[in-house]
């Protein structure tokens, strides 16, 4: 007697076919990163190492570097024997931090002070004339400005919305703009965008700061795909929460510490974020921020705009007693 063969039905043929692809879509965008720093790992041990200078050029141009993750990333890269060039508004900062790397890694520094905010031609002017005659081979393009803490749109005073689009768009934009050509021409360079894990999904409370890093993802991402054949990388950084100036809202108005327990610290983001550097065009920079950003990536788009418009409206409230001003 033949055995028979069960057939399935072609509905559950269908849903199994659909199961396997968005699985392969979500292991793809979730396991390349990790995937890709392994492969790199293992050819780096194999073949012989290339200074970042030989790689990329001499100079690293770092903005928002006088505290926070720009400082760290300046000091990494430092490390690397990268000569730095410290962007940011505070020239007293600027000056102590480029004081500590020279003494520190005897590289060279040059501190070019640049108040973002204003978004005039006269800022981008000045950097030009710094920047330019230098061999820039890595642009970090970290300055960024948040909420003073989570607020709707029609709470924010104008300046605050100003400065969010000025500062986190404008600066990405002109930025690379100015030093992609001369990346061309050497056929050399990286570019470091850094975004936010906000990008992954819309925000509430946090609206405008999380559209603006949307830009700087997808015009990272479109940015890659263009400089590619120009042997010219780009990689986006998504972070959560990091224990900055940006994210001190959250460390001191939550009433329930287990968020602000859970911010990471600069030292440890930096150093994982700048392994990555050369090895994977997006990176959200710590392991513990990859893996919310592929649960988050799991579930439908509204229940992720449930999970970010619960954790903001739970920052919303100031502390009792606190004065509320303009960033």
């Given amino acids: 007697m033949r055995d028979v063969v069960p057939i399935l039905p072609r509905s559950t ?27 790199y790992g293992l050819l780096q041990v194999l073949l012989p190492k290339r200074t970042f200078t030989k790689t990329y050029g001499e100079w690293a141009v770092i903005t928002g570097a ?15 024997r990268m000569n730095i060039v410290l962007v940011a508004r505070n020239e007293q900062k600027l000056n102590r931090v480029a004081t500590e790397l020279t003494q520190k890694y005897s590289i060279r520094t040059k501190v070019v002070v640049a108040d973002f905010s204003e978004g005039k031609d006269a800022v981008y002017d000045r950097l030009a004339k710094e920047l330019l005659p230098l061999d820039v081979g890595i642009l970090v393009n970290n300055v960024g400005v948040s909420y003073e803490r989570a607020m709707c749109v029609d709470e924010l005073p104008r300046k605050t919305v100003w400065d969010l689009l000025t500062v986190n768009v404008a600066s990405v934009t002109l930025l690379c703009h100015m030093l992609v050509p001369s990346m061309k021409q ?13 990008a992954s999904a819309p925000a509430p409370y946090l609206t405008i700061y999380s559209a603006t890093k949307v830009y700087v993802r997808n015009f990272s991402m479109a940015l890659r795909e263009e400089l590619r054949p120009h042997n010219v990388q780009v990689q986006t950084v998504l972070p959560g929460f990091v224990r900055t100036n940006m994210t001190a809202f959250v460390a001191t108005d939550h009433k329930d510490e287990q968020v602000s327990k859970h911010l990471v610290q600069v030292d440890d983001f930096v150093r994982y974020a700048g392994f990555t550097i050369g090895k ?30 619960t954790i903001y409206n739970s920052l919303r409230n100031p502390p009792v007693g606190s004065d509320e001003k303009a960033d």
């Fill in 13 to 39: 043929v269908a849903l199994a076919l659909i199961g396997a692809y968005c699985s392969s879509c979500w292991l793809y965008e979730n396991l390349r990163t990790p995937v890709s720093l392994l492969l």
């Fill in 66 to 80: 006088s505290d926070g993750i720009g400082k760290g990333y300046a000091e990494y890269l430092a490390r690397k």
């Fill in 186 to 198: 050497r056929r050399r360079g990286l570019i470091v965008n850094i975004a936010s894990l906000s």
């Fill in 280 to 309: 994977t065009d997006r990176t959200c920079g710590y392991w513990t921020h990859g893996l919310q950003y592929a649960g988050l990536k799991l579930v439908p788009e509204y229940v992720r705009v449930f999970v970010m418009k």
